[in-house]
T-cell receptor, first 113, second 113 residues
Framework: GNSVTQMEGPVTLSEEAFLTINCTYT??????LFWYVQYPGEGLQLLLK?????DKGSNKGFEATYRKETTSFHLEKGSVQVSDSAVYFC????????????FGKGTRLHILP | EAQVTQNPRYLITVTGKKLTVTCSQN?????MSWYRQDPGLGLRQIYY???????DKGDVPEGYKVSRKEKRNFPLILESPSPNQTSLYFC????????????FGDGTRLSIL
């Protein structure tokens, strides 16, 4: 079946470090891929998306590239800030009859000043 | 302002006392969904609705009911709440297309004693 697997957290980094959060997926067809971010006490917000192979989504310094050959959508940022501390969710959405959205379990990120 | 509004934000109640969590969106979205978020389990879908009068079970529907009589509203009903339904609940909506991200409410924290 369709699924999303993310690296388990928590991930702890110092400010200005390079960030990678791994995400791989299994899906039939050609899903759209998303990264959402959840700040403490809030709901999920869309961070970036990609809808087809080799697309790169980017926002707020974060990037992720839709890699169909490796079924991956890893999230990267060159220099993290304390304000990036949050939980990050990778997700896919099937573009078929039920449009079901499948989330990874989330990765908690702590950035130390 | 485009938003998904959930009420209440917090509720403490007792086993067996029926409760309803309301969800309303002002974006004319076809697709609406309920999730619960639990530590270590990420987001799990409870029910979803593709349009008015069309609802379907997600991954963890037991103990919950929903209705979609109007496009904007998608209430979650717990007919006889139990302690294992203590959780953080999120409502979300999106256009029907598989490429579109979901918009999330701010969450409802339910405690069932």
């Amino acid at each position: 079946g369709n699924s999303v697997t993310q690296m388990e957290g928590p991930v702890t980094l110092s400010e200005e470090a390079f960030l990678t959060i791994n995400c791989t997926y299994t899906a039939t067809g050609y899903p759209s891929l998303f990264w959402y971010v959840q700040y403490p006490g809030e709901g999920l917000q869309l961070l970036l998306k990609a809808t087809k192979a080799d697309d790169k989504g980017s926002n707020k310094g974060f990037e992720a590239t839709y890699r169909k050959e490796t079924t991956s959508f890893h999230l990267e940022k060159g220099s993290v800030q304390v304000s990036d501390s949050a939980v990050y969710f990778c997700a896919l959405r099937r573009a078929n009859r039920d449009d079901k959205i499948i989330f990874g379990k989330g990765t908690r990120l702590h950035i130390l000043p | 302002e485009a938003q998904v509004t959930q009420n209440p934000r917090y509720l403490i109640t007792v086993t067996g006392k029926k409760l309803t969590v309301t969800c309303s969106q002002n974006m004319n979205h076809e697709y609406m969904s309920w999730y619960r978020q639990d530590p270590g389990l990420g987001l799990r879908q409870i029910y979803y609705s593709m349009n008015v009068e069309v609802t379907d079970k997600g991954d963890v529907p037991e103990g919950y009911k929903v209705s979609r009589k109007e496009k904007r509203n998608f209430p979650l009903i717990l007919e006889s709440p139990s302690p294992n339904q203590t959780s953080l609940y999120f409502c979300a909506s999106s256009p029907g297309s598989g490429e579109q991200p979901q918009h999330f409410g701010d969450g409802t924290r339910l405690s069932i004693l």
